[in-house]
Structure formats: C-alpha cells, structure tokens
C-alpha cells in the first residue's frame, strides 16, 4: 500500500505541475492508462482524451507560453480526429479550446483521381472556441477570437473577432 500511496502522490504532483487542476484525476488516470498501456496517441506527450485519435502531434505547433487551455482541451474533449500529415502544420493559438468530436485534418484525395493527395496546414488564432461536432479542413486558417458553431464545416478562411457556422461555414456575427 505504501507504494501506492507514492505514485498517487507522485501523480496528483504532476497533475498541478502540468496545470491539470480543472481535469478530473479519474479522466486524467483513464487517460494515461490508454495512452501507456493500451497504446492510443501513446506519441503524444500530453494527456489525450481516451476516445480521440492525435495522428501526427510532432507536426502541431503550440504557443511557447500558457499551454494550459489547449492541453485541458486535449485531456477532457472526447472524439476528437487530429490527423496532421508530413509536410503540413497545424498551429494552435495561445487560449483556444474545443469541444468534443472536433475533426482538423491537413490532406485531402482529390476530387475524381482518388490518389491525388493534396496537403495544406491550418492555423487557429488565439482565444478560439471551436464547438462540439466541428470539421476544419486543410489549408483554414482562423484569426483571433473566432467562435465557431457547433457542426460547422470549416472550408475556407476566416478573419478575426467573427462567429462563423453552417455547412459551409459562413460569418454570423461580426464581434466589435
């Protein structure tokens, strides 16, 4: 029992450490076990929900300083379909989170030869709020303060302080 209690400790150090405080430890415990043990997005050096999927996490860029938001993101966001190909980016804004089912993706088939594969980054501003069933498609780039709606199908662009929603996305509000 002793034992144990040291790695509990060891844990919940960590946990504050990494400014996890808002990730329940029972997420954050189920969690590594899929990660460590059962080996899904055992590459990804953060916590990921147990039922996303982080392909290419090498090729995500993330803001130097105050990671915490994007990293709770990660942790507590179930669903979630990262898949960031060779040769492509995707760049996360200082402040920006996600609900679940959120699909990014940076390569795409081509529209009649099948393996025609086009590949383009994407980029998310700061302090985005991107909503629960979202698909962002490759070469998007969001600007700062961008909320986007739930089951938005992000295809193009869009500037910053701006509501955008639909299939495809289009601009609802422009925020002052």
């Not at 808002?22 to 929900?49: A, D, E, K, M, T």
């Not at 590949?119 to 998310?124: D, E, F």
């Not at 739930?150 to 509000?173: E, L, M």
Request: one cysteine or more; hydrophobic letters at 40%.
């Amino acid at each position: 029992m002793g034992k144990l209690k040291i790695w509990i400790k060891a844990f919940l150090e960590k946990r504050n450490k990494l400014h996890l405080l808002h990730v329940p430890v029972n997420v954050l415990l189920w969690n590594w076990f899929h990660q460590r043990i059962v080996g899904i997005n055992r590459s990804v050096p953060c916590s990921v929900y147990y039922t996303s999927k982080v392909e290419g996490f090498k090729n995500i860029i993330l803001p130097k300083e105050n990671t915490t938001s994007i990293k709770i993101s990660f942790a507590v966001s179930g669903g979630a379909y990262l898949r960031i190909f060779n040769g492509t980016t995707l760049e996360i804004g200082e402040g920006t989170l996600w609900a679940f089912n959120l699909c990014i993706i940076t390569g795409n088939h081509g529209l009649i030869d099948r393996s025609d594969y086009t590949y383009k980054s994407v980029k998310l501003g700061k302090n985005c709020w991107i909503g629960n069933g979202v698909t962002i498609l490759p070469g998007v780039e969001l600007g700062d303060n961008v909320t986007v709606g739930a089951n938005a199908v992000v295809t193009k662009s869009f500037p910053s302080n701006v509501v955008i929603g639909g299939n495809p996305a289009r601009i609802i509000k422009v925020v002052p």
